[in-house]
């Protein structure tokens, strides 16, 4: 798998911001990822961190009349932010594609799930209205929809909500995308279906050979599903590397805080789960400094002043914070059952 010598994405610098209200909001500040060619990525992060807006950014879906990007986001050598009209359009689906959080939101209502496939097919080839309605059964077949011939001539709302889901990700593939990406799938989801869910999409993306940006604030699926982790707070990324240097040693407090709250076999039944303290920041209203800095056990002053860059710890773990060399044991002590 070639991953940074020649990424398929890469995002420089991307800075998103919000207008329209009382105040601008900076959703995204600064955000550097690199994707390689048959890769995935899980961004983890609590809800309002950037996870979607980063996704979104990629397929330049933010109003622009009520948005400002800045940096740069090039997939396999080509500046999205530049895209308009026609080059914009064949962008979506052709080479960058998304699977949504919620599929009955994402699919039109009116129109049956074989005639929303063929038309993605159509609108990016030229084939012929068979050959499209052939290219749909194939994906569906593909996703292991069972009948999937019926399953064309059904409208969304008569699935349920694992068949929509199969569904959107047939509808996501249909015109062979090189990048998937994929916002919490599985969330709307129970427990059972949201497992076979990302079995499938980690088998699918192995066997075409995808590169995938895989949302999500689950733990547990992003070791299931990825081969590195970018942890977002507030707009930017702490920390990142391989799932095992994140989940064996994670470097920053943020991380370890979201490591620490989850339920494992170590923890004694009855015991309270830990629990990062505070809440997530006003976006509108950022504190000077690193942003987890008012939540941190471990801050100190220059923590508050000024915001810390990435720190290069080897073998492509990286970790924005002011602390890491200096309080390692110190950090690691707040959760000592993380690793286990």
Known sequence: MNTMSDPILDIRGLTVTFGGGPKPVRALDGVDLALGRGEVIALLG?????????????????????????????????DVTSLEGRA????????????????????????????????????????????????????????????????LAAYPHEMSGGMRQRAMIALALASKPHILLAD?????????????ILLLLRELQRELGL????????????????????????GRIVETGTVRDVIRT??????????????????????????IP???PDLANLPPGCAFAPRCAIAADACRASVPEPVDLGGGHR??????????????????AVTS
Do not use: W
């Open 46 to 78: 609590e809800s309002g961190s950037g996870k979607s807006v980063t996704l979104r950014s990629i397929l330049r879906l933010h109003p622009p009349k009520r948005s400002r990007i800045e940096g740069s986001i090039k997939v396999e050598g080509i």
């Open 184 to 196: 919490e799938p599985t969330t709307a989801l129970d427990a059972t279906v949201q497992v076979q």
């Open 319 to 336: 970790v924005r914070c002011f602390r890491t060399a200096e309080t390692v044991n110190k950090v690691a002590a707040l959760a000592p």
């Open 88 to 151: 914009l359009e064949s962008f979506r689906g052709k080479t960058v594609s998304m699977v949504f959080q919620e599929p009955m939101l994402a699919m039109d209502p009116v129109y049956t799930v074989g005639q929303q496939i063929t038309e993605a097919v159509r609108n990016h080839e030229k084939i012929s209205a068979a050959d499209a309605r052939a290219r749909a059964l194939e994906m569906l077949t593909l996703v292991r929809i069972p009948s999937p011939e019926r399953r």
């Open 278 to 280: 505070g809440s997530p």
């Open 211 to 234: 590169s995938m940006i895989f949302v999500t604030h689950d733990i547990s699926v992003a070791v299931e599903v990825a081969d590195r982790i970018a942890v977002m707070y507030a």
């Open 250 to 275: 994670p470097r920053h407090p943020y991380t370890i805080g979201l490591l620490s709250t989850r339920a494992h076999g170590g923890r004694l039944e009855g015991h309270r789960l830990p629990a």
